[in-house]
């Protein structure tokens, strides 16, 4: 009898990096605080940081100063960064996984 290999001792792994998972929570809520993305991703603040300096300097975001708070515009009609991809657009994804319209974003 053949058996399975038990998936608790596999490597854990995902299709999404947490550079997209940031991209998709700040367009659920441009509002959000860098604690709060963190959180709901489930990596540091430092990391959300990080993110979110590559995701502005890359130009798929924009953030804008509100009062002592930040407010997020993700620039949706960004292409995919990795060459098999390039030739689409973020906002597909953004569509899929933040349940909005990407046109309404940027």
Do not use: C
Request: charged share 25%; aromatic share 6%; hydrophobic share 40%.
């Amino acid at each position: 009898m053949e058996t399975t290999p038990s998936r608790t001792n596999a490597k854990p792994w995902t299709f999404l990096t947490n550079h997209a998972r940031v991209l998709i929570q700040l367009a659920r809520d441009p509002d959000a605080r860098v604690r709060d993305v963190a959180h709901e991703i489930g990596i540091t603040e430092r990391a959300a940081q990080l993110i979110i300096s590559d995701l502005e300097e890359s130009g798929y975001i924009t953030r804008t100063r509100v009062g002592r708070r930040n407010s997020y515009t993700v620039n949706a009609h960004r292409p995919f960064r990795h060459p098999t991809e390039a030739d689409h657009d973020v906002e597909a994804l953004i569509e899929l996984f933040a349940g909005q319209d990407a046109a309404a974003l940027a």
